[in-house]
């Protein structure tokens, strides 16, 4: 597995993933407003993948002698349900207010990032059937690398276990159609493609053995916020009696935030879901499961089956 969504030479390279998967071209920024620009366009997405490129984005800002206050509200604001996001750009104010070097402070994290990725697939792998169904992309494309939801498919077949995927295209932006389907043809994971709708005759046909989603934002009580669709997903996967298991480093539990209901719903433009017509749209990029539909929460420290 040697997929790098971002790399820092002094300047932040972002592999551009609305391209793929036809076309693996860089984006690259060098200054904090270029990184969010980037952010918020979803050059670059995924959780964790967000927290380094902000952390990378922040100390750029440092560096050069911008206001690193002003650096740090323009990348908070670019994606807000994302609290690993805030995580980042809180540890990096902090660590470079006490004398750290922020190049090597934003590289500490992308480095704590690639290994705690690792150690929850490895908690997570022993909890998967033959075949798992996710929605959008949780892979090494999400992260600092390896992944955390694919990350436990790719730890279990590392075991020699025979894991394989049925991947939600993710409308509207589908990133389990373009990106999930990408990273396991790269690393010959076997993984069907299946349209958002279909996933109910997948389970009721005995396709699925288990779901396994990643998560933007866990709060206090458990409820998760993750991909639209990603509730739905729950509660067919409770009526069919599979497991429904949530990928959470613990840079996505959010302790200050008491319940779904208080977690912020990004509004994606119009335009990513319709534009032939004047119509009203609404286009929320995530959904909300309830934490009683959670069967179990995998971080990089164990299997959790109740938070806090």
Not at 35 to 42: G, L, Q, V
Not at 125 to 149: F, P
Not at 258 to 286: C, K, S, T, Y
């Amino acid at each position: 597995m040697s997929l790098q969504p971002l790399t820092f030479d002094g300047r932040l390279h972002l592999l551009d993933q609305r391209l793929l998967p036809h076309r693996e071209v860089r984006v690259v920024c060098a200054t904090a407003e270029q990184t969010a620009d980037a952010i918020a366009s979803m050059v670059v997405r995924g959780a964790p993948a967000l927290a380094l490129a902000a952390a990378y984005g922040y100390a750029m800002a440092c560096r050069d002698g911008a206001d690193p206050a002003r650096a740090q509200a323009v990348l908070a604001a670019a994606r807000p349900t994302a609290v690993n996001l805030r995580w980042a750009l809180d540890r990096m104010a902090a660590e470079v207010a006490g004398g750290a070097d922020p190049v090597a402070a934003a590289s500490a994290i992308h480095d704590e990032d690639r290994a705690l990725n690792r150690r929850l697939g490895d908690h997570g792998a022993s909890l998967l059937t033959d075949s798992v169904l996710t929605i959008c992309n949780t892979g090494a494309l999400a992260t600092g690398g390896w992944g955390t939801a694919l990350g436990m498919v790719r730890s279990a077949r590392a075991a020699g276990r025979d894991v394989a995927v049925w991947a939600c295209e993710t409308r509207p932006y589908d990133q389990g159609a373009r990106l999930t389907t990408w990273e396991c043809h790269h690393d010959e994971i076997p993984c069907t493609l299946i349209a958002d709708s279909m996933a109910a005759a997948a389970m009721a046909t005995g396709r699925v053995g288990s779901v396994v989603v990643g998560c933007d934002r866990v709060a206090r009580n458990g409820d998760t916020a993750n991909k639209i669709g990603t509730y739905g997903l729950a509660v067919l996967a409770r009526h069919h009696g599979l497991p429904f298991y949530v990928a959470m480093p613990t840079s996505s539990y959010d302790a200050e935030c008491p319940d779904g209901e208080a977690i912020p719903i990004e509004q994606r433009p119009a335009a990513e879901l319709f534009d032939a017509m004047d119509v009203a749209v609404w286009n929320p990029a995530f959904d909300v499961t309830p934490a009683e539909l959670v069967d179990a929460w995998v971080t990089e420290d164990g299997v959790r089956t109740s938070l806090p």
